[in-house]
């Protein structure tokens, strides 16, 4: 359980990288908050599942992936979409 914590750690320090990258490219706020939003939901969810399936409950693990993860996903897409154009 001790080493998911620490790669999601390591994950959220990706993250925070990624946005700094993110703020020096000129990344409006119309990008940089769904993008930020979408990957702290995707982590949530991801997070969420694997305890879940450490504690074998793997509906609740399923869940998490579809209520927090899917929609971390789409967000991150969007706002890569309004990065591009």
Same mark, same amino acid.
């Given at each position: 359980?001790?080493?998911? @914590? =620490?790669?999601? %750690?390591?994950? !959220?320090?990706?993250?925070?990288? %990624?946005? $700094?990258?993110?703020?020096?490219? %000129? !990344?409006? @706020?119309?990008? =940089?908050? #769904?993008?930020?939003?979408?990957?702290? $939901?995707?982590? =949530? %969810? *991801?997070?969420?599942?694997?305890?879940?399936?450490? +504690?074998? +409950? #793997?509906?609740?693990?399923?869940?998490? *992936?579809?209520? =927090?993860?899917? #929609?971390? /996903? $789409? /967000?991150?897409?969007?706002?890569?979409? /309004?990065?591009?154009?």
């Amino acid at each position: 359980m001790g080493l998911m @914590w =620490f790669i999601l %750690g390591c994950l !959220a320090a990706l993250v925070a990288i %990624g946005g $700094l990258k993110l703020a020096k490219m %000129g !990344a409006t @706020w119309r990008t =940089f908050v #769904p993008g930020t939003i979408g990957v702290l $939901l995707f982590l =949530f %969810g *991801l997070a969420w599942s694997i305890s879940s399936a450490i +504690e074998v +409950e #793997p509906q609740s693990a399923a869940m998490g *992936l579809v209520f =927090f993860s899917i #929609p971390g /996903l $789409l /967000l991150v897409l969007l706002s890569y979409r /309004l990065l591009i154009k």
